[in-house]
């Protein structure tokens, strides 16, 4: 793993010298450093353990937003057969920061829609980020029509900052359109399932996310404002993101208890960018039981459920 976390320094220094020893070895044959090497690599592990048993909100945040997390375009090609790609709002032009088609799930015809933030620099300026613009949504409310007319479960993988804040944005009806997919989540008469895989930010996730079914990866986060927007609004001061993101409640833990999410995945120790493999094979199971949950549901009924889910949101866990 090449990109540490900042709390993640004093492991990276002891992974660093066991791999140093390794290299140093491959070098020189007559040098046996294995034993000081897998020293170093109990001292590590037991580090993780402890790392990641005390995570904070703030530093929860940090790993959502691990460069090396898979993304939507990950889950996408591992999970779903037959795959095509449907491009366009067919009002002002395709929207790369939002990716989405007709696709098999279990070999179950579904629509999948998802935020894809990019792995590099080309693609992550391609994508702006994850950061969907008003023709995202449309296109997004677009493939939800199509799933309706046809019968088709929508599966929504959510990973964003948030909706694109640009003067252009702006101009072509951000916030109206961010409002529509809502509300054409909410009229859907199929199985709707959002698993927030990264972060879900503001209203730009609540588009995608207003589901039957919402689960969460155990080191995601959902929240109205990143941690640093809040602290910068409350306090004046975006150097206080650790008090706001503690106040926020934004992990999947405290989502849950609140009703907002229905489920936690679990993540491999260290994180879903450890072990990319195991993470999308328990996205996969989750996705495969929710599904199950919803089938043979008619749609009266998934959308009275699913409005009946948002209406009833804060009335678990409130005295928490």
């Given at each position: 793993m090449t990109n540490y976390l900042d709390f993640e320094k004093p492991l990276a220094e002891i992974e660093g010298k066991a791999e140093e020893l390794r290299a140093l070895a491959r070098q020189n044959e007559e040098m046996d450093v294995e034993t000081e090497a897998a020293a170093l690599d109990k001292?590590?592990?037991?580090?993780?353990?402890?790392?990641?048993?005390?995570?904070?909100?703030w530093r929860k945040c940090q790993v959502a937003r691990h460069p090396e997390r898979p993304h939507c375009k990950d889950y996408i090609k591992a999970l779903f057969t037959e795959y095509t790609p449907l491009a366009g709002d067919r009002n002002f032009a395709d929207d790369h920061a939002v990716m989405g088609g007709l696709a098999r799930f279990n070999d179950i015809p579904v629509v999948v829609i998802g935020h894809e933030k990019g792995d590099d620099t080309k693609s992550r300026i391609?994508?702006?980020?994850?950061?969907?613009?008003?023709?995202?949504?449309?296109?997004?409310?677009?493939?939800?029509?199509?799933?309706?007319?046809f019968g088709l479960p929508v599966i929504t993988l959510v990973d964003t900052p948030g909706a694109y804040p640009g003067k252009g944005a702006e101009e072509r009806g951000q916030s109206e359109a961010i409002a529509r997919s809502t509300?054409?989540?909410?009229?859907?008469?199929?199985?709707?399932?959002?698993?927030?895989?990264?972060?879900?930010?503001?209203?730009?996730?609540?588009?995608?996310?207003?589901?039957?079914?919402?689960?969460m990866?155990?080191?995601?986060?959902?929240?109205?404002?990143?941690?640093?927007?809040?602290?910068?609004?409350?306090?004046?001061?975006?150097?206080?993101?650790?008090?706001?993101?503690?106040?926020?409640?934004?992990?999947?833990?405290?989502?849950?208890?609140?009703?907002?999410?229905?489920?936690t995945i679990p993540e491999p120790l260290g994180g879903a960018h450890r072990d990319k493999d195991t993470t999308i094979q328990s996205v996969s199971e989750a996705l495969a039981a929710m599904l199950k949950e919803l089938s043979g549901k008619d749609g009266q009924t998934l959308i009275k459920e699913r409005r009946s889910k948002f209406l009833n949101i804060g009335s678990k866990g409130l005295a928490a």
């Open positions: 001292k590590a592990a037991d580090m993780l353990v402890e790392l990641y048993g005390k995570l904070t909100p391609e994508r702006n980020f994850g950061m969907a613009r008003p023709e995202g949504y449309r296109k997004a409310i677009r493939l939800m029509e199509i799933a309706d007319k509300e054409k989540c909410l009229q859907i008469g199929v199985p709707l399932i959002s698993i927030v895989i990264g972060e879900g930010g503001s209203g730009g996730a609540v588009a995608f996310a207003t589901a039957n079914r919402v689960a990866l155990e080191h995601s986060v959902y929240s109205v404002i990143s941690p640093e927007g809040c602290a910068s609004i409350l306090w004046k001061d975006s150097e206080k993101m650790r008090e706001a993101a503690e106040a926020l409640r934004l992990t999947a833990e405290d989502l849950t208890a609140l009703g907002v999410a229905d489920k």
